[in-house]
């Protein structure tokens, strides 16, 4: 009795004792608990005979399986040809985005119990993340079903969708992972974004790319602009980055004659565009506003990251590099208040 397809064992050796013998070769796929035959009347002739030495046939019913007398109670036998196959593949962390030096714990499930074993080597899985794939070596989970990969984010990776590379990305790598009976663990995965693969489980974003800032403008149209005026001043960066103003409000200070201004931030936190709300004040002066320095934007206590929480770099667009406000716009900003500076008369003396 060896599962879904029994096994039948032909006579081996032992004609002229009271022992016959029959060799079995466990196949794959054959299981048992405790190995037994199948009945009583297991044991057949298949065309053979069995006779004592005066010529009687041997009676060949045999102990009812699990009886006194079977093979079942004589020995705890367990056949185990059934191959480890692995199930599933996910990771122990909630979906979201990962920057560099995060760690993500990758989980290759398997059909049963296995065991790993790396004197020789370390098994390994390779996940794609951009030009260059990290190469993730097995963690922990020998004696279990489940094995753990921790991949930590390197600076370069990138992915939209975490995901090993091939059906072959799990490698033994001179290691090996067997079942409690040795069988060698079958490492075929799920194909990428497959069911049961690691993106078809989890909505893992690597992003390891700094956000920068790759213009600077404004929704004001070109015109004189005077006091009490606002004008939006918006920094756009590379992708969709959010302000944080617990500890304080980022701030851009504004080229404006005498006495530069400095503008706090004032929304866009979840896009691309953060916008600067500049009001015009008696004394203010540029023919084609711009702002200070190319480090005119400094994050005063607050912060501006990227969704995986990488810092922005805030280095401005250098003037007349193309992209920076007055490449953009042409604003002329007039906060002189007009005053009498003589009195007198074409009337001459007299």
Do not use: C, W
């Amino acid at each position: 009795e060896t599962g879904t397809n029994d096994a039948a064992v032909t006579y081996a050796s032992g004609t002229g004792t009271n022992t016959l013998t029959f060799n079995y070769t466990v196949a794959e796929g054959h299981a048992s608990t405790d190995l037994d035959y199948v009945a009583t009347s297991s044991l057949a002739l298949n065309s053979g005979t069995m006779k004592d030495g005066v010529g009687n046939d041997a009676t060949l019913t045999l102990a009812s399986p699990g009886a006194t007398n079977s093979l079942g109670a004589n020995k705890a036998l367990v056949i185990d040809g059934i191959v480890p196959t692995v199930t599933n593949v996910t990771a122990t962390n909630n979906d979201g985005y990962f920057k560099a030096d995060d760690v993500i714990g990758i989980t290759v499930t398997f059909s049963e119990v296995i065991n790993v074993v790396t004197t020789n080597g370390t098994p390994r899985l390779t996940l794609e993340t951009g030009t260059n794939d990290a190469v993730v070596n097995y963690t922990s989970g020998t004696g279990t079903n489940a094995l753990t990969f921790n991949y930590t984010v390197a600076s370069g990776h990138t992915s939209s969708d975490l995901d090993y590379v091939a059906t072959s990305s799990l490698a033994l790598n001179s290691g090996t992972i067997k079942d409690g009976a040795g069988n060698n663990a079958t490492l075929t995965l799920a194909s990428p974004s497959a069911t049961n693969s690691l993106s078809a489980n989890k909505a893992l974003v690597v992003d390891t790319t700094t956000p920068v800032i790759s213009s600077v403008n404004s929704t004001a149209s070109n015109a004189y602009y005077n006091i009490g005026d606002v004008i939006p001043i918006t920094v756009i960066f590379s992708e969709v980055v959010n302000v944080v103003t617990t500890a304080g409000t980022p701030t851009l200070t504004l080229e404006t004659g005498n006495n530069d201004v400095v503008v706090n931030y004032s929304s866009g936190t979840g896009t691309n565009t953060l916008t600067f709300n500049y009001t015009i004040i008696e004394g203010h002066s540029n023919n084609d506003l711009s702002y200070s320095s190319t480090n005119a934007l400094s994050l005063n206590s607050g912060t501006i990251k990227d969704l995986a929480l990488n810092i922005a770099t805030l280095t401005l667009p250098a003037n007349s590099s193309g992209n920076s406000l007055s490449d953009n716009r042409n604003l002329i900003v007039d906060g002189i208040v007009p005053t009498v500076s003589s009195v007198s008369s074409s009337v001459s003396d007299g």
